[in-house]
């Protein structure tokens, strides 16, 4: 993306705004649906959570400080919408939200939008098996790659501790496949 | 299962997919949530109240002109009837004019002929009336 002091102030000039943002929308869209449907899981309550996402970054886009990037700063606000959602529906089904997340891999095998082989499912198995903070490391890093400086300051954890979260998962992970 | 190790490549996908054209339509449902700036609404009573407005401005500068043009009609003095008034009317005598003059301005009203007086007898022989009037 070109000069990020000069996107920002085009998304908030209100003569620039609404190009600017369609631009932000083409560009991150992907990659914000991927990140949320990996929390969520089921297509369409990705589809609420990311639509929500971008009313947020628009709405809250005249706050952004720019202490941070565009990028975390609005993946931070898809995380914790993803998270607050997936609480709130454990709520509602009077469920924690790790029982949910083992519910939402058994729902997998019936989703039509779901076309993951046996051990792509089992994966998906052994991810909500884990803590929700390591869930949400392993997916970030071994899904989508982001880099752990990015990751830390999107989740504002260090990059120590996510290090170790993700060794955490993927040793839980591997035993899983292996054993199973 | 024996000996799966993450590290394999390629890597595990998550197996997800989407809608067909889904990423083509999403802009369109987003921009569709967006808060849109309200259009201002002038209310029947703003309106009629800018009406007031507009009248009692009306009527204002209408007064302001009435006003401003009786005061130009007023008769204006000119100079030579108050000259003429102040000298029958006055009490203020010669000497309490010349009380209020400095020094500096009595010099000033000082007129110097510079007649030579030569000229002066020359005038007076020539002229026989000018003795009589001096005289008398």
Known sequence: ?????????????????????????????????????????????????LQNTFV???????????????????????TNEAITFINQKAKKHNTTSEALQTKLVDNLKADSYFDGNEIQLKLQKAIALLPEKQQLVFKMKYFEEIKYEEMSEILGTSVGALKASYHHAVKKIEDFMNGN | MKNFTLDNKPKIKPGFTVP??????????????????????????????????????????????????????????????????ISQNTSVS???????????????????????????????????????????
């Open chain 1, 56 to 78: 947020k970054i628009f709405q809250y886009l005249k706050d952004f400080k720019g202490d941070s990037k565009l990028f975390s700063w609005m993946y931070r606000i898809a």
């Open chain 1, 1 to 49: 993306m070109q000069d990020e002091k000069v996107f920002i102030a085009e998304l908030l000039h209100p003569k620039t705004q609404n190009t600017a943002f369609q631009k932000l929308l083409r560009e991150y869209q992907r990659p914000l649906y991927n990140h949320i449907r990996n929390i969520v899981l089921n297509h369409d309550d990705a589809d609420d959570v």
């Open chain 2, 20 to 85: 067909e054209n889904y990423f083509a339509t999403l802009s369109e449902k987003i921009n569709d949530k967006l808060p849109k700036e309200a259009p201002k609404v002038i209310t029947f009573y703003r309106r009629k109240k800018v009406w007031i407005y507009s009248f009692a401005a009306v009527v204002v500068v209408s007064l302001s002109v009435l006003l401003v043009q009786q005061f130009n009609t007023q008769p204006s003095l000119d100079s030579e009837f108050l000259e003429n008034y």
């Open chain 2, 94 to 136: 010669q000497d309490d004019i010349i009380e209020l003059l400095e020094q500096e301005d009595i010099e000033k009203l000082k007129v110097d002929y510079n007649i030579e007086e030569d000229l002066i007898e020359e005038t007076l022989i020539n002229s026989s009336d000018l003795e009589h009037y001096l005289t008398n």
